[in-house]
């Protein structure tokens, strides 16, 4: 059974550009929650998504958005890119809220 | 505001040792709390899952407690292996998202 894929793995951006995140779940999971890991700050919550609605939703500027499709499969923007966004963004999903979570890779983005 | 506290922050110890990660979190209306292992710039791998109602849960020579009335949970390692190197992670989970400490850096020494 596949685990959950994130894609792309690495990301250059540039400050000011804007970044979009794919995350695809375990087959039959239907939530789907990210998280920004920095040096700094550690993990952080970003949002969740069941039934393509965000139910819960961290505390990040609106420049973080997201969203969720008909298939689970999930997406996070992130608009005019700062330095301090530079992270490892993992995705999770779950069978259904509150449950074990599952992790990908993360993508590794960088801004320069 | 839910924090999550692990202790201590890093471990270094020869192998065939049993050892104790520590984790204590400020809320305790938790589902369910997990403990993950993440090795450098990798995702987290699920190693245990404990249900808010569970007192206890095993998993080869992993074995994971959970005090929620006093906010806290502890991981056993026993005869801990070279391979076990990497940063441990407790994460209670409140509705909807997971809230992570720190971490404990382990490394086993041959």
């Known amino acids: 059974k596949a685990g959950v894929t994130q894609t792309p793995r690495y990301l250059i951006k540039t400050r000011g550009q804007q970044v979009t995140l794919s995350c695809s779940p375990i087959?039959?999971?239907?939530?789907v929650s990210w998280y920004q890991q920095t040096p700094g700050q550690g993990l952080q919550f970003l949002f969740e998504?069941?039934?393509?609605?965000?139910?819960n939703k961290g505390n990040f500027p609106g420049r973080f958005s997201g969203r969720q499709f008909s298939n689970s499969r999930s997406e996070m923007n992130v608009s005019t890119l700062e330095l301090g966004d530079s992270a490892l963004y993992l995705c999770?999903?779950?069978?259904?809220?509150?449950?074990?979570?599952?992790f990908g890779q993360g993508t590794r983005l960088t801004v320069v | 505001k839910q924090e999550v506290t692990q202790i201590p922050a890093a471990l270094s110890v020869p192998e065939g040792e049993n050892l104790v990660l520590n984790c204590s979190f400020t809320?305790?209306?938790?589902?369910?709390l997990q403990w993950f292992r993440q090795d450098p710039g990798k995702g987290l791998t699920s190693l245990l899952l404990i249900q808010s109602s569970q007192r206890e849960q095993t998993s080869g020579r992993l074995n994971a407690s959970l005090d929620k009335s006093s906010g806290r949970s502890t991981l056993y390692i026993a005869a801990s292996q070279p391979g076990d190197s990497a940063t441990y992670l407790c994460a209670p989970m409140y509705t909807d998202k997971l809230i992570f400490g720190t971490g404990t850096r382990l490394q086993v020494f041959p």
């Open positions: 087959s039959g999971h239907r939530s």
């Open positions: 998504y069941f039934s393509e609605t965000q139910r």
């Open positions: 999770a999903s779950s069978l259904i809220e509150n449950t074990e979570a599952f």
């Open positions: 809320d305790s209306a938790i589902y369910n």
